[in-house]
């Protein structure tokens, strides 16, 4: 079994190539959970591409709740999807009473504001309904984005894989970008939100390892943004730091890797950049990381990356096909939805880089 894997392809494709990924083989699964992140969707949701789509898991009256709150807030539905779970006692599966991903258009007085105001708007939204669905637990809120759907539950992957009829290609759940994990890391109990991946304003990120610098991440990010909540995992701060990087400073991906596994000092002196570098080290210091770790993320462009740091022995694995390309914690993975691709051809990303996949499908390498 794999822990952290993404596919990104030039056709939609349905999310059981994503669980042959993660899972090629049906023995020696962990019962922590499964979850992932579809962007650029087809199926159900492909006349709504460029309106919100609501992701949760919630209680009866948790859906009454969301939908009186949407209602009191002028988001009118447009379409949605609520998956009938297979009905079997052997399944090993926390199953909430619904699930229910709808596409709603924006209130009236937002359709011609800028992008920015409704990414705003929407994270307003999300949070507001986390709230909610927290104070009274009955439900979890998990993405309120255009073209973006995630699903998250407890139990074993393939049973819950079973439960969603995601073996089952209906055509219902299409995409082009998935990020997918089939085992938690967490730093509490196993719950529905330390399920990677996370989301936040169109970035997705999941995470293999350990960041031992989690609680000084976490204390510097609350006082970032109103976005930075939860802290159910380590991983998240991966997720806030990519936000703040590249959406509140507006910095390109490179300086990602500088924020979270700077360079040392003694190297610094050296380079042309070197003062700049070093300016960065020292004010953003706080969002260091300290691994064993590597990263998977999706960009709100769609682009997939990926990275680790010197403590991660056993990095990722990049591989593609010319239609479609994938990255595995372990090479099984690849293995099993890529079985004809040229092996010699494969990215094993090392500590000083960042690997971003675009959408012609090219594989780019930066340096640190």
Request: hydrophobic content about 35%.
């Given at each position: 079994?794999?822990?952290?894997?993404?596919?990104?392809?030039?056709?939609?494709?349905?999310?059981?190539?994503?669980?042959?990924?993660?899972?090629?083989?049906?023995?020696?699964?962990?019962?922590?959970?499964?979850?992932?992140?579809?962007?650029?969707?087809?199926?159900?949701?492909?006349?709504?591409?460029d309106k919100p789509l609501l992701s949760l898991a919630c209680t009866q009256k948790g859906a009454k709740l969301v939908?009186?709150?949407?209602?009191?807030?002028?988001?009118?539905?447009?379409?949605?999807?609520?998956?009938?779970?297979?009905?079997?006692?052997?399944?090993?599966?926390?199953?909430?009473?619904?699930?229910?991903?709808?596409?709603?258009?924006?209130?009236?007085?937002?359709?011609?504001?800028?992008?920015?105001?409704?990414?705003?708007?929407?994270?307003?939204?999300?949070?507001?309904?986390?709230?909610?669905?927290?104070?009274?637990?009955?439900?979890?809120?998990?993405?309120?984005w255009p073209d973006v759907l995630t699903l998250k539950e407890i139990g074993d992957p393939w049973d819950i894989a079973?439960?969603?009829?995601?073996?089952?290609?209906?055509?219902?759940?299409?995409?082009?970008?998935?990020?997918?994990?089939?085992?938690?890391?967490?730093?509490?109990?196993?719950?529905?939100?330390?399920?990677?991946?996370?989301?936040?304003?169109?970035?997705?990120?999941?995470?293999?390892?350990?960041?031992?610098?989690?609680?000084?991440?976490?204390?510097y990010q609350k006082s970032l943004h109103r976005g930075y909540i939860g802290f159910e995992s380590d991983s998240q701060?991966?997720?806030?730091?990519?936000?703040?990087?590249?959406?509140?400073?507006?910095?390109?991906?490179?300086?990602?890797?500088?924020?979270?596994?700077?360079?040392?000092?003694?190297?610094?002196?050296?380079?042309?950049?070197?003062?700049?570098?070093?300016?960065?080290?020292?004010?953003?210091?706080?969002?260091?990381?300290?691994?064993?770790?590597?990263?998977?993320?999706?960009?709100?462009?769609?682009?997939?990356?990926?990275?680790?740091?010197?403590?991660?022995?056993?990095?990722?694995?990049?591989?593609?096909?010319?239609?479609?390309?994938?990255?595995?914690?372990?090479?099984?993975?690849?293995?099993?939805?890529?079985?004809?691709?040229?092996?010699?051809?494969?990215?094993?990303?090392?500590?000083?880089?960042?690997?971003?996949?675009?959408?012609?499908?090219?594989?780019?390498?930066?340096?640190?």
């Amino acid at each position: 079994m794999c822990r952290i894997g993404a596919i990104k392809s030039k056709e939609f494709f349905h999310p059981s190539a994503a669980l042959h990924l993660m899972l090629p083989q049906q023995e020696g699964h962990d019962n922590s959970g499964f979850a992932m992140v579809m962007q650029d969707m087809a199926g159900v949701f492909s006349k709504y591409k460029d309106k919100p789509l609501l992701s949760l898991a919630c209680t009866q009256k948790g859906a009454k709740l969301v939908e009186d709150y949407m209602e009191a807030n002028d988001f009118r539905q447009l379409a949605e999807w609520i998956p009938r779970g297979v009905k079997n006692v052997k399944l090993d599966i926390k199953a909430m009473p619904y699930y229910i991903f709808r596409n709603y258009d924006y209130p009236e007085y937002y359709r011609d504001a800028s992008e920015e105001a409704k990414g705003e708007l929407l994270l307003d939204t999300r949070l507001a309904l986390r709230e909610l669905l927290e104070k009274q637990e009955q439900g979890y809120v998990y993405s309120f984005w255009p073209d973006v759907l995630t699903l998250k539950e407890i139990g074993d992957p393939w049973d819950i894989a079973t439960y969603f009829k995601l073996w089952d290609n209906n055509g219902d759940l299409m995409a082009k970008n998935v990020v997918v994990q089939c085992r938690q890391n967490t730093n509490y109990d196993i719950v529905r939100y330390a399920a990677h991946p996370f989301f936040l304003q169109g970035y997705t990120l999941c995470a293999n390892g350990e960041n031992t610098f989690y609680t000084k991440n976490k204390e510097y990010q609350k006082s970032l943004h109103r976005g930075y909540i939860g802290f159910e995992s380590d991983s998240q701060n991966f997720l806030y730091t990519l936000h703040y990087v590249l959406q509140e400073l507006k910095w390109p991906i490179k300086y990602y890797k500088h924020v979270i596994t700077p360079l040392p000092f003694n190297e610094l002196s050296l380079r042309s950049d070197g003062a700049e570098l070093r300016a960065i080290r020292q004010s953003l210091g706080s969002l260091e990381i300290n691994g064993p770790n590597t990263v998977i993320g999706m960009l709100p462009n769609g682009n997939i990356i990926t990275c680790c740091d010197s403590k991660k022995l056993r990095p990722v694995v990049v591989g593609g096909d010319g239609t479609m390309v994938a990255i595995a914690s372990e090479v099984c993975g690849l293995n099993a939805i890529l079985p004809h691709r040229n092996q010699e051809q494969d990215v094993y990303p090392n500590e000083r880089e960042v690997v971003i996949i675009n959408d012609a499908l090219e594989v780019e390498r930066w340096k640190q």
